[in-house]
């Protein structure tokens, strides 16, 4: 291998896939694909110590998801860079990706000279999305920008409409479905999110942003 030969980490809990992006990784003359690992505790310790250019990342694998893998890496390694590449399963997990430090975000289905051309572009510097990817998260930054507080998730601000509506949580539990226990932990991460003390307090912001207004 030559010294301008790429460094590339492939996690992925499904050796089969794994195996295949390695190998078609490999027969890339300007990429070297330094290790393969299985599950999230496996790629953190990898990177940290190889400290490869990048590292492709599946974002649901065993013991510690990606999401949370890359945010690891990120803050132990800055100058490694991290390319999620997954089945796109939600929404919210493209920005869980981008906030943990992700530079890019591709489909499993995407062609091999795509994902080898995005592992170039993403170890220079650049941010990558599919197309796909790039048109659901244009959407869903417009609906973002439209409604108040942002950083919360579309659960979260669906829980802070029925608090500034003066529900409780057993009745949030009933008309979302979810258990008195969820919803409680919801509340938890709002009031820490919005950096309120208390229930009164995320009722009073809430209502200075127009929510609650149609109470049932």
Known sequence: MNDRCLRVIVADDHPVF???????????????????CGDGPTVVAAATAARPDVVLMDV????????EATGRIVSAAPGTRVLMLT?????ESVFEAMRAGARGYLLKGSEPA???RAVRSVAEGDAIFGPAIAERMMAL??????????VLTER??????????????????HELELSVKTVR????MIFNKLQVADR???????HAAGLGRNQA
């Open 18 to 36: 794994r195996r295949g992006l390695r190998a078609s990784l490999s027969a890339e003359s300007d990429i070297e694909v330094v290790a393969e």
């Open 200 to 206: 009164a307090e995320a009722m009073l912001k809430a």
């Open 60 to 67: 649901r694998m065993p013991e510690m998801n990606g999401i």
């Open 114 to 116: 795509d994902i080898a």
């Open 87 to 91: 089945m796109f399963d939600d929404d």
């Open 156 to 173: 979260e601000h669906s829980v802070l409409e029925m608090i500034a509506q003066g529900r409780n949580n057993q009745a949030i539990a």
């Open 185 to 188: 932990n919801y509340v938890s």
């Open 141 to 150: 930054f417009a609906r973002r920008t439209a409604r108040p507080f942002p």
